[in-house]
């Protein structure tokens, strides 16, 4: 093959090298689609069962998450009521994005516990009274009577009766349960009483004494079962206890203004082990102030508060907004959410998509919050709280906005920067070494062609959208070594020819002919070797698993070596000819070069080099699957790319650096009073 292209090239080196170039360049056009990936995609393969796994649960419940940490330096102030209508707000207006999949944080919790409690309410509210009178109705036909008109009077009555008859009740208990906490407020209270919890004790046991609604009992456990009355207790004195504050209906009864900041407590605190009043007396007195933890079911929105340097109770709080799969891969988008988060924290609800739903009365409501970031005193005035205003002048909640998604981007920009750098530095630490230690004429035309190998190997890529990835970057130094390595082996060779006195063209072909194979033969050998690294690093089979990354760099270098090589054959070896040594050389024949016996020598005692080698290289077999895989990522990166800090700094605040997704998915039957076929939930 070579012979066959020797003579050409030796003849025509200009239109061989015209040629070339214009390939390389045709192939470079690759850049117009130019992309870069830094995702996890490139870690495991689409096929494995993690892979499988991970397809499955982006597809139902979005990527991994971007985080948002909120700093209070109020340790009570995540657990206000209008704190978490703010949060409500925030996450719902983001829940409603369509770049989103899910949003959870401590206005979701809030939120959902609230409306399944008020539904709860509204359920009995409205369901009981029903009851009565239909157990009335039964009792009335039962007693003998039918006229039909007499029992729809009757059933009307007795259910506009037994709905007075529950408010009445309820509202008598939740009055009983407010005025106890009044009363508890505003006595002594002994140091061994828990913060909020002895209140709420007291409060409970204040409607202990309070009756059931009649037949309430009976209409809990439904039609044909057993009556459980202690249940029916429980239940009773938690909703006028904890929820009658909140209840709209209830509050107006009581004549108040409705307030679930009691109920929110319940729900989110720990209340059992809040901290004893003589706790808090003597963390006053040291300048600090301390407060109940959040449960532990909470932990993902609401971690367990920590002290700073200061020695000051810090709480935190924890929204995660995971984005959709098609939204995680475009940069704008992520970028964009970034930026309406940073939006509604720092000047409050805006016009989208979302809030145009909306009435002018519940927008205007929602305007009314404010910042949708939370304050240390949940901006109630300072007239309702001159003492928080004194100590903690209502400043907002310090925020960090961090995650996977800006992350990957944060990598993608840094490549791009490292892409436009790696090239020239890499160019001129070879031109240097060049110059320094290639003694020949035309020494500098090995660099065209590693900038042509280069080119037109990134570019194909692109064009097999195989986007810009760390693999192909890693590559990239690896490309012009090995394009100048061929290269410098034919221009050497050329030149030697031509000083012995060999014309243009037989030096050509001399070069070709003689420095050709022995190229040709390492670039077989390197290509075995990625083309090995290749198909186990690309294989989702029995014990392989994918790893997309070093597929990648494998296919790269592996289609680079060819280029390379034909790069040094058309473009370094006819750019040397045409621009190197003019004419023929003397005649004279050169002095005999002297033998280097040392290297002679040792090649001829191969033995005694290639033992040791393969000793090593066992050694290291066996050592290898004791060799630590590094996958943290604050290793693989470098420390100052500030997206990684942000992440680093999440780590801290939070205490955790990642997550275990279970994904479970299944068969259920639906509520119990509704008609339909299982249906298959994730």
Known sequence: MLRRVAGPTARHPLMVLLIA???????????????????????VGSSSTAGQANK???????TDPI??????????APYLERNLQRLTALEQDLAHDPRVAQVLGPGTVANSALSATTAEVSKVLTEYPTFVAETAYIDARQKGQTDATTLRTQFQTNVTSATQLLELYVARAAAD?????????????????RLLDTQEKAAEAAVVNDPLPPLFAEYLAGPGNAVDAASARIFFDRLTAAFGDCDSSIAQLLGINPTCQIYLARILLDLPNCPTEGSVQAAGARGQEVFCNPKTAW????????????GAIVAREVITVRLTTAAAADRAAVLAMRQKISDLLSTGIASDAFTRGFSAAQFTQLKQLGPLAPSDCGGVGQQQNASCYAKYHDHAFHFLIAGAPLLTYGVVDSMSTTLLVLLPVVMALMAILLVVTFRVRGRLW????????????????????????????????????????YAVQLVARYDEARGLGAARDGAIEEAMLRSGPATFTAAVATLAGFGTLLIFAGIDAGPLVAIPLVAEFALVLFAGVIVSWLAALFIALPAAALWGRRGRATSARPATPVKAERTLGIASAWRGAVVPAVIVALIGWVLLPRVPVQTQ????????????????????????GNEVDIYLKGQVAGPYNQPGTPANVT
Not at 67 to 76: K, M, R, S, W
């Open 56 to 62: 499955a649960f982006t597809q139902s419940f979005g």
């Open 67 to 76: 985080v948002v940490v909120l700093t209070a330096g109020n340790p009570t």
């Open 299 to 310: 932990a993902a929105v609401l971690p367990t508060p920590a002290t700073n340097a200061n």
């Open 446 to 485: 090995p660099l065209l062609a590693a900038a042509g190998a280069v080119g037109a190997t990134v570019g194909v890529s692109l064009w097999l959208g195989i986007p810009i990835t760390p693999a192909v970057l890693a590559g990239v130094p690896v490309l012009v070594g090995l394009a100048v390595d």
């Open 21 to 43: 170039l214009l390939v390389c360049a045709g192939l470079a056009t690759g850049f117009v689609r130019y992309s870069v990936d830094a995702g996890q995609s490139l870690l």
């Open 633 to 656: 990522v604050d290793q693989l990166l470098a420390s100052s790319l500030p997206q990684l800090q942000d992440v680093n700094t999440v780590r801290d605040q939070t205490g955790y």
């Open 177 to 193: 349960a407010h005025q106890a906490r009044q009363t508890y407020s505003q006595k002594a209270i002994p140091p061994g009483n």
